[in-house]
């Protein structure tokens, strides 16, 4: 896609809608995760330690966390992998199969599983949005947010806030992405 076709306020519109959508898929996947691992502690134990273990490395962990992996995971899978299987398998099979790739690279079976979901809905985005960089923006917020609420934001929150958080965040979430869908259509008509 050429960004010479779009003014420069429509397309800054639409990575800004993606970042949104980053921001609240995080918070959403991050309450999700806690109900899902709550019942079985020991995994929940393991996952926050490697995770923790992750981020313990000042600015090189955040460098690392949230620029250079967004990049280089949204060139592999969403660019090369998703776009050059898209044209040989469809985008249904090309999906799946960046998705399942992109789960196993996280080699922890909790991040493989949620990563693999996050890959389809990635590889969603970048059909519906046109662009990489739609991807990418998605990711880096995506990560970004993580990143923060693991530093900052109490690790014992209530219950409800966490299910107030995620009915909000699913609610933005989706509307969010129909305002992408509907942004694409928009420049397709252009």
């Known amino acids: 896609m050429s960004l010479n076709k779009y003014p420069p306020s429509h397309y800054l519109t639409h990575l800004s809608l993606c970042g949104i959508l980053g ?9 999700l995760l806690y109900f899902v691992l709550t019942p079985f502690q020991d995994v929940a134990v393991q996952y926050q330690g490697q995770i923790a273990d992750k981020l313990n490395d000042g600015i090189e962990s955040f ?12 060139a592999i899978y ?20 960046q998705a399942a790739l992109f789960g196993i690279l996280h080699l922890n079976p909790v991040q493989s599983i949620y990563a693999f979901l996050l890959g389809l809905l990635i590889g969603v985005l970048r059909k519906y949005s046109g662009t990489v960089a739609a991807c990418i923006v998605f990711h880096v917020t995506f990560n970004l947010t993580g990143y923060l609420s693991d530093r900052y934001l109490p ?18 979430g989706v509307y969010v992405f ?13």
Do not use: D
């Not at 460098?63 to 990049?71: D, F, I, R």
């Not at 969403?78 to 199969?97: H, W, Y």
């Open 23 to 31: 921001i609240v898929t995080e918070l959403f996947a991050a309450c």
């Open 63 to 74: 460098m690392a966390v949230v620029v250079v992996s967004p990049l280089i995971e949204e």
């Open 78 to 97: 969403r660019f090369l992998i998703l776009g050059i299987g898209e044209r040989f398998l469809g985008f249904a099979a090309a999906n799946l199969i």
């Open 155 to 172: 690790g014992e929150m209530s219950v409800y806030i966490r299910c107030i958080v995620m009915l909000i965040s699913l609610a933005a």
């Open 178 to 190: 129909m305002m992408i869908r509907r942004k694409r259509c928009e420049q397709r008509t252009v």
